[in-house]
Nanobody, 126 residues
């Protein structure tokens, strides 16, 4: 089974930028929908963005649209999340998930066929 490792989390001030990376143990980027989720303290896990590179399908949650992007020039086993204009409400643990069944892009943290990474913490201070 593929393993995912997130990195790039850090503490930044409001308005700052971070670039998160999710590295997979196998080449899955083109054939599997890759999704970023986040979970703030005391909050439910929520979708941030997803990409199914094979068909160029990209989704951004309303809360991050216009500020976060998933570059499409990723390496075959890596998906990144560029986060700009960060706000305190972006503070959360960020998780990468791969759809084991391919490209459904469910964007639902309850989807049973995700493989999850361990998460990377992003903290934005005002």
């Amino acid at each position: 089974q593929v393993e995912l490792v997130e990195s790039g989390g850090d503490s930044v001030q409001t308005g700052g930028s971070l670039r998160l990376s999710c590295t997979a143990s196998t080449n899955i980027y083109n054939s599997n929908c890759m999704t970023w989720f986040r979970q703030g303290s005391g909050k439910e896990r929520e979708v941030v963005a997803s990409i199914y590179s094979e068909i160029g399908k990209i989704f951004y949650a309303a809360a991050v649209k216009g500020r976060f992007t998933i570059p499409q020039d990723n390496a075959k086993n890596t998906v990144t999340l560029q986060m700009n204009s960060l706000k305190p409400e972006d503070t959360a643990m960020y998780y990468c998930a791969a759809d084991r069944h391919g490209g459904s892009c469910a964007n639902d943290p309850q989807y049973e066929f995700y493989v999850w990474g361990q998460g990377t913490q992003v903290t934005v201070s005002s």
